[in-house]
């Protein structure tokens, strides 16, 4: 199985901020890296698929990057409604999500 | 309207079976995979299984092999998600997802609203 390590497991920040995310794969998962958000009660966002497109709607401040094994999601500009948990997900070898980040303030 | 509609909230007993279900509607449900995915309290997104409605393909995450099973009716369009013997660990929220492409594995793009099962003597 293809584990998924995600970093930090949390992170205070402040609007405006530029926040990083980073999930690394135990082997190479090539492009199939997608980022979600997600908050309580409610189901889980894509924002970005194949490691760095923007899923419709998504606002452009979130971006990814990366390749292989290691994948970084970026949200340029913090805003108010971006404070939630934070998933990667690699679908090259069924399917493995990373542990989360929680971004708070 | 594309979507999947989840079954209610449920409270049981440990020992007791359950099957909880996930009926999509608004697209082709035989040509695209369904999802099962946990969420613990308090903890994080865990991929369970996935099945291939058209034929009942089904793949199992090895934490959860053994502990659940995936099935499917394709003429009614719901995937469902089934326990024989509950514990109090089975306590979670849990979604089904569909990937984006009918092609195969793809990101998650659309999700039930999720069922949310305590288990509790």
């Known amino acids: 199985d293809i584990q998924v390590t995600q970093s930090p497991s949390s992170l205070s920040a402040s609007i405006g901020d530029r926040v990083t995310i980073t999930c690394r794969a135990s082997?190479?998962?090539?492009?199939?890296l997608n980022w979600y958000q997600h908050k309580p009660g409610r189901a889980p966002k894509l924002l970005i698929f194949?490691?760095?497109e923007l899923e419709t709607g998504v606002p452009s401040r979130f971006s990814g990057n990366g390749s292989g094994t290691h994948f970084i999601l970026t949200i340029n500009g913090l805003q108010p409604e971006d404070f939630a948990t934070y998933y990667c997900l690699q679908h090259s070898d069924l399917f493995t999500f990373g542990g989360g980040t929680r971004v708070d303030i | 309207e594309v979507q999947l509609v989840q079954s209610g909230a449920e409270i049981k007993k440990p020992g007791e079976p359950l099957k909880i279900s996930c009926q999509g509607s608004g697209y082709n449900f035989a040509t695209y995979w369904v999802a099962w995915v946990r969420q613990m309290p308090g903890k994080g997104l865990e991929w369970m299984g996935i099945?291939?409605?058209?034929?009942?393909?089904?793949r199992y995450s090895s934490d959860f092999e053994g502990q659940v099973t995936i099935s499917v009716d394709k003429s009614i369009n719901t995937a469902y998600l089934r326990w024989n013997t509950l514990k109090a660990s089975d306590s979670a929220m849990y979604f089904c997802?569909?990937?984006?492409?009918?092609?195969?594995?793809?990101?998650?793009?659309?999700w039930g609203q999720g069922t949310l099962v305590t288990v509790s003597s």
């Open positions: 997802a569909r990937p984006r492409d009918s092609s195969g594995f793809d990101a998650f793009d659309l």
């Open positions: 082997q190479d998962v090539f492009q199939y």
């Open positions: 099945i291939y409605p058209g034929d009942s393909d089904t």
């Open positions: 194949d490691t760095s």
